[in-house]
């Protein structure tokens, strides 16, 4: 009880202060996890529209693995990607391991599934909506695609969102591949399992509330872009 | 709409392939136990070294075992660990250089103040613990192969007591590094060895207390080795062995004496001088 009363003093403090470590470790998360869904997101919208709309095969596996994987563990994403990215490993020579770029591969890689099965799903009910339409147009593949993925763009930021929550809340793939090094590596959830095993609960829940404060904000910010860019949902 | 979207495309994966830059300063990676970071030991020598070199040391903390094993892969620079017989096998199977004594301090046995097995103020390690099994009182291991966790499997063996029959009984392995070890004790009311630097830095220890002490076969000594860069060409091994140099050299054996919690010295230097 009384660590919990001292975390809210902690989080409100750090947050007052603006904690010079903290700041660091806040924006190499929001660096690490916003570059790994703009990349998520760039292969895996398209690849949703793709299994929505194109008829090919594997299709149906494809599918299926997208949603399977959406609940990839991180620490097992976290281990490939080390033994990808080790010295010893098929691409050790990138000299990636223990950067926060490999952070970002193995952020992407578990927000990949995510994204791509969203927006499956939601290019696949507009697609219903448009056939006529598209049909009517005699619009070519790659046009559909591009038509229904700009039409959807306010539902797919969802899709992005929760890639978002995964990205920022993970803490197994992180751990492993960045190796949690201090003024390097370190960020939010990696400095939470690190205070957690000092035994200081009332910072490491402090920091829990920071993220938690950090995840709202963003979440915030990007209802308000599309309200602001869609009037009409205000 | 295309267009701009490649445009997007080839501006992150431009920013992508820059990451590596960012890495681009002096630095080595030491691969060292959660120890001497939990403990605070690092945050408290590390900017003297990076102000004396100008090198950055990035230092990965996990259980000895997986040290090991990064350093093995060629994933650090420098090795930094407390298991003497591992590290000696490292530098005996070509992996490492050469191991150097930096500092020492030991393992203590703490459990609740109600002291279930009666273990309270004994000096014989091996024989507490054999009471502790005696007690079937809860104990709490580390279970992850590291430095600690080796240590105290040495210990049940001179004590003659199969710790593998009680698993998940009395005996809990936890899996994990020392803090959250002790964690799980404090919670459980169980015993736990520790070694006394995580132990003196620790914040959460509830009812924990220090139950024994002082036996000789608790000593824990620390070594650093050079990962041989005969086997890894990457190895920065100038940078990686100034930083091992510091360590032995009196500046920071002095650091390492000089790092308190509460006035209470968790490290002992005992590099051998040089030239001896």
Redesign the interface.
Same mark, same amino acid.
């Given at each position: 009880m009384n660590d919990l009363t001292a975390a809210f003093g902690l989080a409100l403090q750090m947050l007052l202060t603006l904690d010079a470590d903290l700041t660091e470790i806040v924006g190499l998360s929001l660096r690490v996890s916003f570059?790994a869904v703009?990349?998520a997101a760039?292969l895996g919208l398209p690849l949703g529209a793709a299994v929505a709309l194109y008829r090919f095969p594997g299709r149906r596996v494809l599918a299926v693995l997208l949603n399977a994987f959406m609940g990839l563990p991180p620490v097992v994403v976290g281990l490939v990607v080390y033994l990808m990215l080790?010295?010893?490993?098929p691409l050790?020579v990138?000299?990636?391991?223990? @950067?926060?770029?490999a952070m970002?591969v193995a952020q992407c890689l578990l927000v990949l599934p995510i994204i791509a099965a969203l927006s499956a799903q939601t290019v696949a009910d507009l697609r219903e909506e448009y056939d006529e339409q598209l049909r009517s147009l005699a619009a070519g593949p790659?046009q559909r695609l591009?038509t229904l993925l700009?039409d959807g763009r306010f539902s797919l930021l969802t899709a992005i969102l929760a890639g978002f929550g995964r990205a920022i809340a993970e803490v197994g793939a992180v751990m492993i591949v960045g190796?949690?090094?201090?003024h390097? @590596?370190r960020v939010m959830t990696t400095a939470i399992a690190?205070e @957690?095993?000092?035994?200081?609960?009332a910072l490491a829940l402090g920091l829990g509330i920071v993220l938690i404060a950090l995840a709202v904000t963003v979440n915030l910010l990007a209802l308000g872009l599309r309200d602001v860019a869609r009037p009409q949902y205000a | 709409?295309?267009n701009r979207?490649s445009l997007?495309?080839g501006v992150?994966?431009a920013?992508?392939l820059a990451?590596?830059a960012?890495?681009q300063e002096k630095?080595i990676?030491v691969a060292s136990t959660?120890s001497t970071?939990?403990s605070g030991l690092?945050?408290y020598i590390l900017p003297k070294f990076e102000a004396a070199s100008g090198i950055?040391v990035?230092?990965?903390?996990v259980g000895t075992g997986q040290a090991i094993k990064l350093a093995k892969?060629?994933?650090a620079d420098v090795l930094f660990v407390h298991h003497r017989p591992s590290e000696e096998k490292f530098v005996a199977e070509g992996l490492g250089v050469k191991r150097f004594d930096v500092m020492y301090n030991n393992f203590v046995l703490v459990g609740p103040k109600s002291d279930p097995a009666g273990v309270r103020g004994m000096t014989d390690a091996p024989a507490a613990l054999a009471k502790v099994a005696a007690a079937k009182a809860v104990f709490a291991s580390r279970g992850d192969d590291s430095g600690t966790h080796k240590k105290e499997r040495g210990l049940w063996k001179i004590a003659k007591v199969d710790v593998e029959a009680a698993s998940g009984q009395w005996y809990r392995e936890t899996g994990?590094?020392?803090?959250?070890t002790?964690?799980t004790a404090?919670g459980l009311g169980a015993y736990a060895l520790a070694d006394r630097g995580t132990w003196l830095?620790?914040?959460?220890?509830g009812d924990l207390e220090i139950a024994v002490e002082g036996d000789r076969r608790l000593f824990n000594p620390y070594g650093v080795i050079l990962v041989n860069p005969g086997k890894?060409a990457?190895v920065k091994a100038m940078e990686g062995q100034a930083f091992i140099d510091w360590l032995v050299s009196d500046a920071g054996q002095k650091a390492i004496g000089e790092y308190k919690i509460n006035g209470l010295q968790l490290f002992f230097p005992n590099a051998k001088k040089m030239g001896s």
């Open positions: 570059t703009g990349l760039l080790s010295r010893s490993g050790g990138l000299g990636l391991l223990f @950067t926060p770029g970002i790659l591009v700009w190796g949690n090094i201090a390097s @590596t690190l @957690t095993s000092k035994g200081d609960l | 709409m295309v979207r997007m495309a992150v994966l920013t992508f990451l590596p960012w890495a630095s990676v959660t970071e939990n690092f945050g950055k990035k230092v990965v903390a892969n060629g994933d994990s590094g020392m803090g959250a002790l964690n404090s830095s620790f914040a959460n220890k890894h990457h």
